[in-house]
């Protein structure tokens, strides 16, 4: 039977259980669970944070509404840090963890009531901008992983985007997008991991694909940034690799700022894009324990690596060690032939 013949949400976890998880967990911990701004449709974007040490460590994890097992992962993840523990306050000893677990709680709210949830936001059909990624008139529904480029000198954005500064409009599209833009930059955030979601690939084994990454591209990510986040990238191939359920190929991404993953990266963070197999509509619950586990190994990894300090260790080349790009399971299709749901498969 086909992983797909049943597209079932009802496992995963509701925008309402999701709110109220986060509050009992800072009710009974030392989390701290404060929203951090509003969504278009009125809902609570969610952040947490656990206190420690100075290095300001920030997951964003379902900018993408469609993307939602990385939303299960990061839940798990906080449950444990909740916990506490030995291993959790040796990590905590370094590093101070930030997460937003649903950066779009309006893009999965469909799936609540066992809908379709969408990539982008809920912005209305009636508002509109002009903007100078994708030109004026932009109405309606906005992908938040395409507004990272607000706070960024439109100077910088003119000479490496060759984007028109003038048409920068006032206010994101994306609230969601700015309030994790405007708390990364109030706590000083050293790293951003940002955790999301890609149909099927196979590498030339005819191996299934669980994991993708990449670091910013952009031209005016300082280079210091760039090898922290090509570190990030490395060692987390390096650890998981051999797992047994982790099998990696590099992010074919672009270069431009407006990606979370090239802005923060400009900014001069350490900055990494993570794509796991299990788009929402490819898959819907099928496979999805596994799955939680690949992305939460993955998400535990890096924390422990940063807190013993071996992930600054990896020479920054070893991202290049990463497998190069699979091919898709409808490769056979041609590309002519891809319709909106394969060609909405980027970051
Ligand atoms: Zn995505």
Redesign the pocket.
Known sequence: MPETANINYNSFTSNEKLYKTLEALDDRSNLVYEPIGETWEGRPVPYVRVDGGDTDVFYTAQ??GD?NHVAEAALQLLRRFAAGGRRVDSILDELTLHVVPRHNPDGWAPADDNETPQ?RNGRPDDVCHDGPYFGPNQCGPVDP?RQHYFGIDPDILEAVDGIDPDLIPDENPSPETQAMLDKAEEVGADMVMDF???FTLRNDDCELINASTLWPLNEAAPEEAVDLSRQISAYSYQQTKDLGHTTWDTYPGGTTANIARNGHGVRGRGSVLF?FRGQASDLGNASKGRLVTVINTVMNELLEGIGSGELYDVDPADADDIPPRGDYFWKELPRSEWGPEHEAY??
């Open positions: 900018q993408h993307e990539r992983n999301h979601h890609q794509e980027r970051e």
